[in-house]
């Protein structure tokens, strides 16, 4: 009678592991369907486990949970593979001549003036980081900043300034630009752009992103520099468009980058979008952006002639 309720269990067994198809789970089960068979047979002749203990299917099917746990673990935190790269066509162009004087001596004046210009308020430290060197998984990342993503504030710049002065515990709170641009050319620099600001979310540009938290999906905050402009009223809105912004705020925008083109090494063809880098299909800023307006600037600073 003994023999018939163990081979009854251990053909339970085989159609249970047959469908897991679990090897380890096997393994376990054989030893512990022969430490069960000998315990049974060396009871009284009850034939009955005491009723506080655990079935033997019990046990087995907690070792199997524990496989399934550790099998689900380990593809959460595998290395995710990088996102389709998207093609980026720069509608800023090489230009070594034809510049417009008046603009060139409006800019040079402006430079001379530019770090007495710039004003700098402190972010708070939780919406900003350190640009990492290795992501989660030992890899060699290189936080050198080589693209600029442009964004837009939707409200005033005072309203952006706050919000990055509040303290954001939340990851899904956290936010920063590294340089904000008032309509009337006011700059005010909120992350040093050694730092790494989170302007973007799940993001990537021609393919390449970079993960910091095996939690989060990648984005470019490890390598990009964001630059926001302060949204006119008439954009204070979900509207696509609004009336645009200053000449004051493109004279600004062209310093400031010229700036970080001379300190960082990229070229402009790597300054972008928030709406180009966006993967989640969320964002459409800066809207109604005059790329020729910086043009016309950038190649005054002689910045788009290699």
Same mark, same amino acid.
């Given at each position: 009678m003994v023999f018939n309720r163990v081979t009854g269990i251990w053909k339970r067994l085989q159609s249970h592991l047959q469908h897991r198809g679990a090897t380890l789970i096997l393994c376990s089960g054989t030893l512990v369907l022969g430490m069960g068979a000998l315990a049974w047979l060396s009871n009284d002749q009850s034939g009955a486990l005491k009723a506080s203990s655990p079935s033997l299917l019990d046990l087995l099917d907690e070792v199997g949970s524990e496989a399934k746990r550790e099998r689900t673990k380990s593809e959460q935190t595998r290395q995710p593979q990088p996102p389709r790269a998207i093609s980026w066509s720069s509608p800023l162009a090489k230009q070594c001549s034809g510049f417009d004087s008046k603009v060139t001596n409006r800019l040079q004046a402006q430079q001379h003036t530019l770090k007495q210009r710039r004003v700098s308020v402190a972010t708070d430290p939780t919406n900003f980081g350190e640009r990492f060197r290795v992501n989660p998984w030992g890899v060699a990342l290189n936080p050198d900043p080589r693209v600029v993503v442009l964004h837009e504030t939707v409200y005033s710049l005072q309203s952006a300034v706050?919000?990055?002065?509040?303290?954001?515990?939340?990851?899904?709170?956290?936010?920063?630009?590294?340089?904000?641009?008032?309509?009337?050319?006011?700059?005010?620099?909120?992350?040093?752009?050694?730092?790494?600001?989170?302007?973007? *979310?799940?993001? @990537?540009?021609? *393919?390449?992103? @970079?993960?910091?938290?095996?939690k989060i999906r990648g984005s470019v905050n490890n390598f990009a520099l964001h630059l926001s402009l302060e949204t006119p009223q008439d954009g204070r809105n979900s509207r696509s468009s609004h009336s645009g912004y200053s000449s004051a705020q493109y004279d600004s925008l062209a310093l400031v980058l010229k700036d970080w083109i001379d300190r960082f090494g990229f070229t402009p063809a790597a300054i972008t979008t928030h709406r180009h880098v966006d993967l989640g299909g969320e964002r459409g800023d800066p809207r109604s952006f005059d790329w020729q307006e910086l043009q016309t600037r950038l190649a005054a600073l002689k910045a788009l002639c290699p």
């Open positions: 706050n919000t990055f002065m509040t303290p954001h515990p939340r990851d899904a709170d956290q936010v920063s630009y590294h340089t904000v641009i008032g309509l009337d050319g006011k700059i005010v620099d909120l992350v040093d752009p050694l730092k790494r600001a989170y302007g973007a *979310g799940y993001s @990537a540009f021609l *393919g390449e992103w @970079a993960v910091t938290n095996a």
